[in-house]
DNA sequence: TGTAGGAATATTGTTGACAATTTTACGGAC
DNA sequence: GTCCGTAAAATTGTCAACAATATTCCTACA
């Protein structure tokens, strides 16, 4: 990892479509969009964010720049060192398995809170999705399409859930780990087990036994963490 | 609830003791204080947070002051509204049960990862407390001792869990629970039934038991919300 | 070539001023 | 007493300037 981290200013200047000459977004929109670039590595890890180079791209003042950067601090997503700026937080393999450890028990908690919630017939759509459409796309390796059913599948799931404080913090962890969890989805056989997995998850959720698919999704995650474990070399 | 809501400054004129001339804390400081203050209601829900008062009261610039709220905001602890400042957030009812629901699957977490990895005589002493010791606080009503025993355990049972992820969502959950915990633990019964729990929790933890441990925390946890759930017009 | 030192440049941290918005206070009418 | 309008005061949001600190660049020397 020698190479030279790339400076906000590099990574922003293909996002010129998020300018705005006067800002008119709500205060909470240069967050979100910070955030999210953090979390599909458009900022990647070790990344330093300079304030001027995000005030000038949003057309916001340095203060509400330095606002958001005291956000996505206790979100975690990025450190201020005193005097010398922000950087784009580094996952390390310990903060990895300690992040499975509690999405497993977060995640296991939405899935049954989700069956509990909802009559098990609106998960009926997810069932056929994850049946011959993406068994046909995992065995073509259309793994785009894959990743996109788990993101509708998340969605679904948390909304589901019905819990905003669940969200939240899925959404903390999330935005931390979106990147890895992608790189090990396409890792050699997983997004097969992965789906078989979530088939029998799915399954357990359109009969309306939360206990089942609690327990499915926490064992999918746990086989997550075996994958990293045994690639993490490769991975981080 | 038609109570004139307090200002920071009517409660920060009684923590002069942290004013400083110069400013030489970190800058994590100022929002720690903030987070302790409005976690122990000294900063009670629904209370303005002024930016003069708190940069005089510290020492520290108006930005800074700014910055520690786009912190607390994210951490759910105050509302920010355009122009008209920041409020401690209210914890509403159902917000309460999600808040359960989220702490019986982390706490269950940490006392289980506490439990496997520390030599299980490292528990000795607060079987030892939790035993004669608060049997008679619990007795005689001393039940700040109780409290504070409990607040030991915790501190305990975090430390022990040895995975700062966690730590960080445990402290981000307490930080809004924690003047309600205690209200419920001083309701009628509630400290005889909770030690009686807690005890066999540290019993389990001295033998080893992860998996009864967690369990176990996670009983009283539900014991928790259905006390809450009964008496929840008179706590909130 | 590598290192050290100094200057120039860049960036962060703070401050004070001012614009914009909200809140409070006051007086008058009903 | 309540309601409304107006003015004053308070507070938030932003800006520009500058101090403080860090980084980068350049030169000289071994």
Request: without cysteine.
């Amino acid at each position: 990892m020698s190479k030279r981290p790339k400076t906000a200013a590099a990574s922003s200047s293909a996002k010129s479509a998020t300018r705005k000459k006067a800002d008119d977004n709500p205060p909470e929109f240069l967050i979100n969009v910070l955030r999210d670039r953090i979390a599909n590595h458009d900022l990647p890890p070790g990344s330093k964010l300079r304030e001027n180079s995000i005030s000038e791209e949003f057309g916001v003042s340095r203060a509400r720049v330095r606002e958001a950067f005291g956000g996505l601090e206790e979100r975690g997503l990025i450190e201020r060192i005193p005097n010398r700026g922000a950087v784009v937080t580094r996952l390390e393999a310990p903060q990895v398995f300690e992040l499975f450890a509690v999405r497993e028990v977060l995640e296991g908690l939405a899935v049954r809170l989700a069956t509990e919630n909802q009559p098990p017939e609106s998960w009926q759509d997810l069932v056929d999705l994850f049946d011959k459409p993406l068994e046909q796309a995992v065995n073509e390796n259309d793994l785009e399409f894959y990743i996109e059913a788990l993101a509708t599948l998340r969605t679904r799931m948390v909304i589901g859930a019905e819990s905003q404080t669940l969200e939240s913090l899925l959404d903390s962890i999330y935005d931390r780990t979106r990147v890895l969890i992608r790189r090990l989805v396409i890792l050699p056989g997983r997004a097969r087990q992965g789906l078989k997995e979530h088939r029998a998850m799915l399954a357990a959720m359109r009969a309306g036994d939360a206990e089942k698919a609690e327990q499915l999704k926490r064992a999918n995650i746990r086989g997550s963490r075996a994958t990293f474990d045994k690639f993490q070399k490769f991975i981080l």
